[in-house]
């Protein structure tokens, strides 16, 4: 049975905030530009071209680590990974802090090390010693797009818009369409995460 694009009574999917949810569909884009090596921004807009969120930061200590802000530049989210391991672990954090796992909203990694398909795992905070993800993404290694879920409940889409020409200018653009009632912070969190673990 396919379950509808959007259905009332549905619960809301609220990680961030409340206030990254809305009562409709939503479509966003993302645009990816390569600053230097080490670093790269995103920024997400609404299709009328209002900044919602961005995203920057770059590798330190071997570590990855993003910030994700609002249009201010107010911090709201904080991505630390670990890439130099076959999991390929993310914590994500409220605002900058990261001080251990106090304050750790959800963690990210591959439901195993040697993959033919995309597949990964994310854990709530009060799930990280369960076997069984809170959310779940799914997709191919050819192609950054991919598709979450929460349970077999469809969250939000994501496609990647790749081109040659962009790529050599360092310059990547997303699609993004969050379904009602879906923290839309939270999906570009995983686009980011994503993004970093499939950039060589």
């Given at each position: 049975m396919k379950v509808p694009e959007w259905a009332y009574g549905v619960p809301p999917v609220t990680i961030v905030g409340q206030n990254y949810c809305t009562p409709h569909p939503l479509e966003l884009?993302?645009?990816?530009?390569?600053?230097?090596?080490?670093?790269?921004?995103?920024?997400?807009?609404?299709?009328?071209?209002?900044?919602?969120l961005q995203v920057d930061g770059g590798v330190w200590n071997f570590q990855l680590k993003r910030v994700l802000r609002d249009p201010a530049g107010f911090p709201i989210l904080t991505l630390r990974g670990k890439v130099?391991?076959?999991?390929h672990k993310w914590e994500a954090h409220a605002s900058e802090r990261t001080d251990g796992n106090n304050n750790a909203l959800f963690t990210v990694k591959q439901s195993h090390p040697l993959q033919i398909k995309k597949e990964i795992n994310i854990f709530l905070a009060n799930n990280f010693k369960k076997?069984?993800?809170?959310?779940?993404?799914?997709?191919a290694y050819?192609?950054?797009s991919f598709k979450v879920y929460e349970g077999r409940r469809l969250i939000a889409e994501v496609k990647h818009n790749f081109t040659l020409e962009s790529f050599c200018k360092g310059k990547e653009k997303y699609r993004v369409k969050v379904y009602?009632?879906?923290?839309?912070?939270?999906?570009v969190a995983l686009l980011v995460i994503l993004d970093e673990n499939d950039t060589p």
């Open positions: 884009i993302v645009k990816k530009k390569i600053k230097k090596l080490s670093s790269a921004q995103f920024e997400v807009f609404d299709l009328t071209g209002n900044l919602l130099l391991t076959l999991w076997k069984e993800p809170d959310f779940h993404i799914t997709g050819t192609s950054l009602p009632e879906v923290d839309y912070a939270f999906i």
